[in-house]
């Protein structure tokens, strides 16, 4: 079995060999790629005359398809067969170029919320603002590829091309956000789709997200939708950061923070992806001061 460095290089050197024709003379570049949470190291291949945008193998997933195979062949071969399918779903040219024609995704941009020190690197490309130990970046969505949609996140060079600031992009998103996606408030149980248990009518817990279902732990933001809620249920609310998708909201009467805290490290730790981790901490709405609060661990609050 080849080691990490080891199968990198081969498959820097020949991956084209397992391409089609078309393909066999298309160039390979090494890539450091910023995602939320996380920077993946990889290679691009892209065609030389442009036709197509390039699509990219990462290291860590292509050195996981080989330890699966257990063979360099059969590895290749699979990571070569896998960029041609991401190649077909790839947005064509026109479609990523008019990710730069401000007016025609004015109206998909939104808000989204990231955690600020996991994403320092990233931060410094991106236009951003900070909520407590969160920092609010902003997405194109339902960008059409192929038969799907995706997103897209927005970069400084974005906004200098739109000769717009953060303040500008932060009013659009935010607009859009409560309009097109607004807060989708649920039972725990609706969400997960399973049925009501005995205990969820004494410990009730509910789900914060958004009509789109992605970004939907944006909803923070709404402290509208926190004061509502609050005094529908009559309690200030424990907000835990399930996952950048969606909050978990627990009455503050019935639960104690105490408690909270192990069961959301232990959760992000063995069921959150860690493309979509948010936040180890929890956060407290109070219905006195109309605040939202940051709570870390048991320490000390934060107020904004």
Known sequence: MLDFESF??????????????EHKNDSVDEIRVKKINITYEGIVIGCPDNDYLGASI??????????RYGDVDRALRKLADEWLFAIKKKPNYDTCMGLYDYHTIKDNLIC????????????????????????????????????????????????????????????QAFMNTQKKYPTVIMAISDALGIPTLPEDDVFPLYVFSNQLGTFGASCILFKDKFREFA??????????????????????KQFDKHDLFPIVREVNKEAVDIKDWLSDNIYCYTRCTDQITLIISDEGMEDM
């Open 8 to 21: 990198r290089e081969i498959l820097k050197k020949k991956i084209l060999h397992y391409m089609p024709p």
């Open 58 to 67: 990462y290291f860590d997933q292509a050195y996981q398809v080989y330890q």
């Open 112 to 171: 989204s919320v990231i955690n600020t020190a996991r994403n320092q690197d990233l931060l410094m490309d991106v236009p951003h603002r900070e909520f407590h130990d969160l920092s609010v970046v902003y997405q194109i969505v339902e960008i059409p590829i192929a038969d799907d949609v995706g997103n897209a996140l927005i970069t400084n060079a974005m906004i200098k091309h739109w000769g717009m600031d953060e303040e500008m992009l932060f009013e």
């Open 231 to 252: 005094e529908q249920i009559d309690s200030d609310l424990y907000i835990l950061p399930s996952s950048t998708h969606e909050l978990i909201i627990a009455s503050a």
